[in-house]
């Protein structure tokens, strides 16, 4: 492995986490190679010094990290295990950290395939939202090999400042499952307790900056609460890759015969929310279904 800031580093999947998170690799000194659906969408990237690569092979070909933030496990299979795929294509010594959001069975795949190949695969979910992601502080759930944590360590610092090694290939993403389940019920309570002081008459401002410190404090609470307020449903994550996440989340729980009774009720919400038309909207425009039944907007 190359000396720290030698390092060429791929990046696949330049959405709204992933432009941060390589945004913050490149201003810290590091080269990178680049790939999205969408050149587009990597433009700031591009002017920034990334390397524009015109297929995944390209990146994985001429990195030394390999670090992909796609959408599904179906984006993760394709970009793994296709034709065209960072597997296929990547030399002996390559690091791989797949930072999706994704199944843990498939996590342990790119594992063990990797491994074959000489490949050293990291999973890496993160969270923290779009804030996170562009201050750098996100939390980063790590699943793979002890040594190619640590010697990867240096690159997750300048992305999180919450990293922790949770076991094997699999792991981070099962701890980032286990966080998806606690945003689920807690994004609930937050719509529920800000529908409360509406028709009780409070000013909702005024009690969040009461409530948001107390036990009640949370993320969802603190930073998207007031987005709530404002009407603001810009994507810090979308509607629809949350319903992907809690999908995740409830299957590997019924795998394991456990129940999850408060994971349900918010996926049943967001499903209908994306029904009405809010899949690209952010996470904290589960609001509205409480606006619309509650009739206080």
């Known amino acids: 492995m190359q000396q720290e800031q030698n390092r060429t580093i791929g990046f696949i999947g330049t959405g709204v986490m992933g432009r941060s998170m390589a945004k913050n690799l490149l201003k810290s000194g590091y080269s990178m ?9 990597a433009q700031e990237l591009i002017e920034l010094g990334a ?4 297929s995944i092979e390209g990146v994985a070909r001429d990195s ?37 959001t994704s199944k843990p069975a ?3 795949e ?13 999973d890496a979910p993160v969270s923290g939202g779009d ?19 640590y010697k990867l360590l240096p690159v997750f610092e300048v992305m999180g400042d919450n ?12 701890t980032k499952l286990a966080n998806q389940i606690t945003i689920a019920s807690n994004m609930v309570g937050v719509c529920e307790a800000i529908s409360y002081a509406r028709k009780a008459g409070l000013d909702a401002e005024r009690v969040l900056d009461s409530i948001t410190t107390g036990a009640a404090g949370s993320f969802s609470l603190s930073k998207l609460g007031p987005r709530m307020l404002k009407g603001d449903y810009a994507p810090g994550f979308y509607v629809k890759h949350f319903i992907k996440d809690m999908t995740i989340a409830l299957e590997a729980a019924e795998e394991m015969g456990l129940s999850t009774p408060g994971l349900s009720l918010s996926l049943e919400l967001y499903q209908e929310l994306a029904e009405q038309g809010d899949s690209d909207s952010g996470t904290q425009a589960l609001i509205k279904l409480f606006e619309r039944s509650n009739c206080y907007s």
């Open 131 to 149: 804030v996170g992601a562009k201050n750098g502080k996100l939390a980063i759930m790590v699943g793979g090999d002890q040594e190619a944590y």
């Open 110 to 122: 790119i594992f063990e395939k990797a491994k074959a190949k000489g490949v050293e695969a990291l």
């Open 64 to 100: 030394d990290v390999v670090i992909t933030m796609v959408g599904y496990p179906r984006d993760v299979e394709e970009v793994y295990f296709g034709e065209g795929g960072i597997l296929l294509h990547a030399s002996s010594g390559t690091y791989v950290v797949d930072m999706t």
């Open 163 to 174: 990293i922790i090694l949770q076991g094997g290939a699999g792991a981070g993403q099962h």
């Open 106 to 108: 498939l996590a342990e």
């Open 51 to 54: 390397a524009w690569k015109e």
């Open 33 to 41: 190679n680049i790939f999205t659906r969408t050149k587009e969408k």
